[in-house]
Structure formats: structure tokens, C-alpha cells
């Protein structure tokens, strides 16, 4: 096999590696295990709040992590203390207490993995630029994505049905360990990608000489135009990132909240599958607009009924997924690979902001209040990444059509 047909196998299964240790290191698995601990709800907030400021400020000073060196060696040296931090929650598990102290220890884990996970963001979409053409990241990003949601629906099936015969704390336990070994080896994985593209001194990595002032970056198109979008779609996430606690907070039990680890990875899973559908035909515009919009159904989350509350989670993470896997894939067009790193690291800067505020508001508000602003940004967000001029120029909606730039990948494989 050739260095991109190894690359795409390489993240696929490196990807599928660490999504399923991200089980236990955020989401509806972490959040159950701290309400099971003797948290409140309004400690979890704070807790996902502290993350994401911690995510916001690593990437702020952080944004050219990936601008020098191997960017993927780089990118699996961050996932190391990762693995460390999810073996720093064991004697968590064992003490089994919810005091001040453990919180303040809880926090310190969560912030030190938050760093490093913003590091390796910022990594993570320089890489396409550097190990597979344009036209084959859709399908990469929907071929892990399928493997990764079905193993994790494996995994939220076994862990509902295990919390009903033994403590959650105890399965965490095992899961903890488990999702530290996972991590080594995504890192290893990750380790032994190639470059595909060359400088003029026969450098694999290091393909810019010049570095991209920030002034040049935010006056671009790309980011003048769509950090609205991308600032309004993050605070819609972040309440969907709450799930398990509205679900707890309006009084479902510990099984319901481990069930949605299971309608999330089958809705995931499904999400995946639809764009990668939809990736043969159309622009990743339209899965976005698609899935942004889905989320008009959120308040109907306080009916009452568990299994309606479930089949909601499900759609609105099937929504949520369409618009995760379509903006990674749509930005690349528009953004020139010299702009990669900082741009990126921006634009998740936006992105987690608008989360650390949809978290941060819901301590001071009621939760429908909260479901009816994320519905407003969420919407919003959708018709800005269908119509903002230069999305509709770089991606048309036809696949095919011409008007794309191609200036990103010029030299790829060559």
C-alpha cells in the first residue's frame, strides 16, 4: 500500500482508538460518574465550564503548536497525559466521596486534560492538509466515524445494562484503566504517520517558511465571514453536551443517563452513515444547514417520558453529528493550508467559547430557557454555513461543479 492509503487506514483505526477512550474522559459517561460521586448538578457545570476555559486558553496561546516540527508527532505526544490523567481518576473511585478537596482534585484532572486535548485539536486539522487529498476526507471522517459509533454503542449497551447489577463507581473503575491503554495506543498510531507533501529542501513537515501573521488571518475571507457561525454553533453544543445532567436535573435515573451513551453512539453511528451519503453528492453544506436546524426539537425534551427523552437525544445527537463531521470537512476548502494551524485553532477558540457560555448561562437560568436560546443559536448558525458567500463559492452544493479552491492541495502526492 502507498503512504496515503496507509495514512487513511492509520487514522481510521487510531481515531477509532481514541474516540472510544474519550468515552471516559468526557460526555454522558464522566458526568454520570461525578452526579454518582455525590456531585450536584451545579458543580458539574462548573466542572465542564473550568474544561472548556482551560480548552479556550491553551488554544489561544497554543495556536501555532502545529506550525512547527511533525505535526502528528506533535499531535501523539499530546495524548500521553491524557492516558496519565484518566489513571489519576482511580483513587477517586476508591474513596468514593464528593468533599470539596475531590472536587478541587477533579477540576485540576479535568484542566490538564483539557491543555492537552486543545493541543492536539490544533493538530488534528493541520494533518489533513499534510496525509490525503481533499476529496478523501469525507469519506475517512465517515468510515471512522461508523467504526468508532458502533464499538461505542457496544459500550454504552454493556455499561447501562452492568449499572443495573453493579456499582457505577466500580465500572468506572475498570473503564478508567482501560481508556488509559486505549490512549497509548492512539498515540502510538498516530506516531507513524507520513507526510505526503514536500518542500523545495525535501522537508516533509515544515512547508511554510513565512509565518502567517494573525492580522492576515482574520482579515481572510474564510474567517472574516463565518466566525458568527462558528461561535453560535459552539453554544448550541454545549448544551447538547450537558445531556446527562438536564436529563438528571429534571429527574430521570442513573440508567437513563448510561442509556444515552448508547442512543448517542447508534445516532453517531447513523449520522456518520448519512454523511457519508450525502458526501458523494453534495457540498458538506448541506448536512450542516440539515443538522443545525434539527435542534428545533429540543424543548420537546421536557415531556416526561424517558423514551421519548431517548428518541429525542437520539435525533438531536444525530443532528449534532451531521454538523460536526460536515464543518471539519467543509472548512478545509476555503482555508488555505498556510492559514491551517492558527486558523483552526480560532476557530475552535469560537467554538468552545460559545460552548463555555451555553454551560456557564445554564448555572443562572432555567433549563427551558436554555433549550430556547441553544435552539436560536443553533438554527442560526445552520443558515449561516448554507449562505455565507465564500462557503457557497469554495463548496459548491453539487459535487462536481467547479469553483472549488484547489490551491490547498496542489502538491499533494506529487
Known amino acids: ?35 454518582t460521586l455525590g456531585f450536584s448538578a451545579s458543580r458539574i457545570y462548573l466542572y465542564t465550564t473550568f474544561l472548556q476555559a482551560a480548552n479556550i486558553l491553551t488554544i489561544l496561546l497554543g495556536s501555532r503548536w502545529a506550525d512547527r516540527g511533525n505535526v502528528m508527532h506533535r499531535a501523539a505526544f499530546t495524548q ?11 483513587p477517586i473511585c476508591f474513596r468514593k466521596d464528593a468533599s470539596l478537596k475531590t472536587f478541587v482534585f477533579v477540576v485540576a484532572i479535568g484542566i490538564t486534560m483539557g491543555i492537552a486535548n486543545a493541543l492536539y485539536t490544533v493538530c488534528e486539522y493541520k494533518a489533513p492538509y499534510f496525509l490525503y487529498r481533499s476529496d478523501s476526507f469525507g469519506g475517512i471522517l465517515a468510515i471512522g466515524g461508523v467504526i468508532s459509533s458502533g464499538i ?15 456499582p457505577y463507581v466500580d465500572l468506572m473503575t475498570v473503564a478508567f484503566a482501560i481508556s488509559a491503554a486505549f490512549f497509548l495506543i492512539a498515540a502510538a498510531i498516530t506516531w507513524f504517520q507520513k507526510s505526503l507533501l514536500k518542500g523545495e529542501n525535501g522537508d516533509r513537515w515544515n512547508l511554510v517558511a513565512e509565518k502567517v501573521p494573525f492580522s492576515r488571518i482574520f482579515r481572510h475571507e474564510s474567517f472574516l465571514c463565518v466566525w458568527p457561525a462558528h461561535l453560535l454553533r459552539g453554544f448550541a453544543y454545549g448544551t447538547l453536551s450537558v445531556l446527562a445532567v438536564v436529563a438528571l436535573d429534571v429527574g430521570y435515573s442513573e440508567t437513563v443517563t448510561a442509556a444515552i451513551t448508547a442512543v ?24 450542516v444547514f440539515l443538522g443545525s436546524v434539527s435542534i428545533a426539537i429540543l424543548p420537546l425534551m421536557l415531556v416526561g417520558n424517558q423514551y421519548v427523552f431517548l428518541a429525542l437525544c437520539a435525533f438531536l445527537i444525530f443532528g449534532r453529528t451531521l454538523v460536526d463531521v460536515g464543518v471539519i470537512a467543509l472548512m478545509i476548502y476555503p482555508v488555505p493550508r498556510e492559514h491551517a494551524g492558527p486558523y483552526n485553532a480560532w476557530r475552535m477558540v469560537l467554538h468552545n467559547l460559545g460552548s463555555l457560555l451555553a454551560t456557564a448561562v445554564a448555572t443562572a437560568i432555567p433549563t427551558v430557557a436554555l433549550l430556547w436560546i441553544s435552539v436560536a443559536c443553533g438554527v442560526a448558525s445552520g443558515f449561516l454555513f448554507l449562505l455565507i458567500p465564500i462557503l457557497r463559492r469554495t463548496s459548491p452544493m453539487k459535487i462536481g461543479r467547479s469553483g472549488k479552491d484547489e490551491s490547498n492541495y496542489e502538491t499533494i502526492g506529487e
Not at 269 to 279: D, E
Open 152 to 166: 461505542s454503542f457496544g459500550v454504552g449497551v454493556l455499561v447501562s445494562w452492568l449499572s443495573t447489577r453493579y
Open 1 to 35: 500500500m502507498n503512504d496515503e492509503r496507509n495514512n487513511r487506514l492509520r487514522t481510521v483505526i487510531g481515531g477509532v482508538f481514541r474516540s472510544v477512550a474519550l468515552l471516559c474522559a468526557t460526555g454522558t459517561l464522566m458526568q454520570t460518574f461525578l452526579v
Open 264 to 287: 448517542q453512539s447508534v445516532a453517531v453511528l447513523v449520522g456518520y452513515l448519512v454523511f457519508g451519503l450525502f458526501s458523494r453528492f453534495f457540498s458538506p453544506r448541506l448536512p
Open 80 to 90: 500521553i497525559p491524557v492516558a496519565v490523567c484518566m489513571l489519576c481518576f482511580l
